[in-house]
């Protein structure tokens, strides 16, 4: 056989495996992927499930107990991530995601790439007469635990799928299921993800998706620089105007940084496709974000260049919005609407450059989508844009 | 011996079994029933404990971890419960009923039968001077874990009983025990659930209880119609005085149905007891809920035949109050008194109709009670009924 | 070899043990002490490490699933701790510390020593425009799992000592961490805390600390008294001044008695140290908490000597503050300023008194510290104490 699945975790059929290791030899092939699942102990980890998955190059940790998030990612000696303050990987049990102030969420927040959405993604957003939380600061889809995971290797592909369901629903409210697959390909140093989100009530939803991916140290680091083909920047507060010149690049960690975000147009080719580039100072090593504009037609780049300790990291985050309150996004039309029955589909590839050469590649990719076209940069927070 | 017990869940013990199976081979007899309980595995139910009980005919599913809820029943191929959008059995570690719109119960629901109470249920209450939260929707007893649980099976009397303990205490407020026994008889087509609620404070306590037991495909369908002996009926609100003349029976799916709620006086017998159908549109299958007006009073009948995937259910449901806001309940008296080391007690039986004769001979029933006495139906809500 | 270390938990390791004995054999020595690590099950403990310490005369109950809380103790027969009518102890997982009201910590409340902080601790805060909860209820410390523990025994200092890391960030805010250490000496009557307060941050930081230390029957009873070297006592508020007369004496358990509070500034030797006795009406038996007032500068004593049903007990309790609400508190400068990678550290010892010769003793020792001085008492509440 060329193509073999296995469940490894099924809430309708009471499934759940603590621990499962796949290999060639379980398909009778030669190769060097490995594919674990283990279930994580101790503190705030307890219970959390993980699948780690080793393509023979790149491996990457999946986080099915917290809504299918890329906990991290290693090429090597190369590590793919950040150290957050934040030490998890943390059960939802313990996030209490519906704090009053709608912070709660940050109690969770240690992942290379978290999901903001379903129901909405952004700055918390409170009821402006009784002042009560209406939308948590990013939503509630990271801190849902997955109820059907599933792992996929085809030989003849040589491509590992692991799939997974979250749902987001509150009855009376919002009924969305996100059908996910991670995807890659023996020894390469990439991996897509591939998201479905579907409105299974029978009435009309509106949805949003923010791919909240974050990189610190080394990837990160004092003169790193984001390559994209902007076609718009806009600083999202007085803070990020201030320092609107050097919105691209990094300084180096620093205590009592105070965040800067960028709100970003890109431009695409003719099909839609862009990149994001972020590269360390000496062009040596990097990442690529490969996105479709119109699924995700805002990119916000979060600049956090805090002490180490603090969690010196950036966001690149393509979106189907910016991470505006809820009502304010709804207003200019940044919402995702689906039919009841139907879907909305997403995809984000993410490339790991680790020499000098690929990271050139990246970057000419980038100019091609660019093609010599300027970028409008905004010194100071724009209507329409920033709520 | 004829009697035999288990425990099967006991906090102050230590003790929990992961998985039990208790037959008649266990007693040295022959017999067709058997109890099992089971931990659910996976997504949301990571942990729930369930006690499935089948009596020889009567299939019952109880669920310790989210306050001896009745999940689901099965006759044969008879399903009883509904399809809820949220797909549990939830545990409540990841049910947040205190989030601050009051509405996180929604979550968790997706039981045939969940008991709202103890503190409050109904409608969300806000303070009204600050806006918090007071009272979160149908308080808090669903979400909080059994702290003790057997079960109990007598070959004389030929009656199962689980039994289990839930507390719902906050220092300094409410202190709150519950003891309730699920009793059904060896091929039986009915079960029992005893509830008594203790103050075990030294001072009087206040509570509430409802019963909110909900069914949808295949006893509810489009033509089905509710048979009780009723007093008075008031909509809840224009929306339910809107559809006031078909109050007792049912449309097919519809989406976008918005529910339809009505408050009911019933009829009962001198002996306070009393009765409720739900039939079928063909008159072929059909379920009972009958209980005591003396201990409950109140009867909510609630509507929401929306589409399938939206969750097609109505809820039967006899309490001690109607689901009106906590405070608007005690102005109109409408909560029960416990005094220091007292308690309150609460019977209901389900009896599942599985053929025309059964539902005939049910209704006959309902008549009986009535007496021929009419119900007044009031064309819109009612004061000292609605808040 | 002397000296013997067990690693219990490491969350980063993904390591927990379920059940660790570890005994005098395991050292190849004799001796009657012994170390027990449970898993608790059923209902609301569902879940939670708990680790039993006997040093060959004195016991103890440590729980690190709720921030390395102290349970119980036990010397012979006498329990040292109380009965609270939360029956615990409870998983984290079903505390909503941020309940909108700030009271959801009520909810786990049944320990000997609780600590209360770090970010704030006190009287729950609401922001005076919104309403919204800002600080819970004696904060979050006490429903954060630990995420590393150990036990070492020393057989040449005849020590056991249980370390445990606790933390307490949330991204973008606080980042402590607290390394706590319980130590006891074989057969030796008394245990000390050590706890330090690390700031991970680069930035500054503000904590609280208050060590509520809880005891019920038998060590209080009516005719129990506090002996303390007080050098002011304030009544909290007007129902704790109308019992001033007697605040140093205990009644028996009474129904529906309304709680009291004082605070406390003490006499300490010339060093800091100075100590707290509780005990009980005949002297037979008590307790000494003794500490640090360079460190822990306030006492806040809580008589709430309400019916045993309803959690007779006082709470002896040494802070850097007084429970009022943390704004307050701030502005009085009753706050811990620790720079960025520093830390505060925190002593307190537990001395059990079994006979009245030991009960002389240490009321003795308080003696000696308070060295004839006098206790200015106050009628009312005062400015600068009271909020």
């Not at 059960?91 to 709608?102: I, K, L, Q, T």
């Not at 509150?170 to 993800?193: G, P, W």
Request: aromatic content about 8%.
């Amino acid at each position: 056989m060329t193509t073999r699945s296995w469940t490894l975790l099924h809430q309708a059929d009471n499934t759940r495996t603590d621990h499962t290791v796949i290999t060639p030899q379980d398909l009778g092939v030669d190769g060097a992927w490995k594919i674990e699942k283990r279930t994580l102990h101790g503190g705030l980890s307890e219970g959390v499930d993980e699948i780690r998955v080793n393509n023979g190059k790149l491996t990457f940790s999946i986080l099915p107990t917290r809504g299918m998030g890329l906990w991290k990612a290693w090429l090597g000696d190369l590590e793919i991530g950040w150290k957050s303050p934040v030490h998890g990987p943390v059960n939802p049990a313990f996030v209490n995601v519906g704090e009053p102030s709608g912070l709660g969420w940050l109690d969770g927040f240690d992942e290379l790439l978290v999901r903001c959405g379903l129901e909405s993604n952004g700055a918390p957003e409170f009821d402006k007469e009784t002042g009560r939380l209406k939308y948590p600061v990013h939503g509630r889809i990271a801190n849902r635990p997955a109820t059907h995971v599933s792992v996929t290797v085809d030989t003849t592909t040589q491509e590992i799928t692991v799939r997974g369901i979250v749902e987001e629903t509150r009855f009376h409210f919002l009924k969305l299921r996100m059908v996910t697959q991670f995807s890659t390909r023996f020894n390469d140093s990439s991996l897509t993800i591939h998201d479905e989100i579907e409105n299974f009530s029978a009435g009309p939803a509106e949805m949003q998706m923010l791919y909240h991916a974050n990189f610190g140290l080394p990837l990160l680091d004092g003169g790193s620089r984001v390559v994209c083909p902007a076609k718009t920047v806009v600083p999202r507060n007085d803070r990020a105007a201030s320092g609107i010149r050097t919105w691209d690049s990094f300084p180096a960690p620093e205590a009592g940084y105070e965040e800067m975000v960028y709100f970003l147009e890109l431009y695409a080719a003719d099909d839609g496709w862009t990149r994001t580039v972020l590269k360390n100072a000496h062009s040596t090593q990097g990442i690529s974000l490969v996105f479709n504009k119109r699924q995700l037609p805002c990119f916000s780049l979060w600049k956090n260049t805090t002490a180490e300790n603090d969690g010196y990291v950036t966001g690149l985050e393509p979106g189907t919005n910016f991470p505006n309150p809820r009502s304010y996004e709804g207003e200019q039309g940044r919402v995702v609407k689906i039919d009841g029955g139907k879907r909305a589909a997403f995809l984000l590839t993410l490339e790991i450059h680790p020499t000098s050469k690929d990271v050139a590649d990246a970057e000419a990719a980038v100019h091609k989508i660019r093609a010599g076209r300027d970028a409008q940069v905004w010194d100071k927070p724009q209507p329409g844009w920033c709520s």
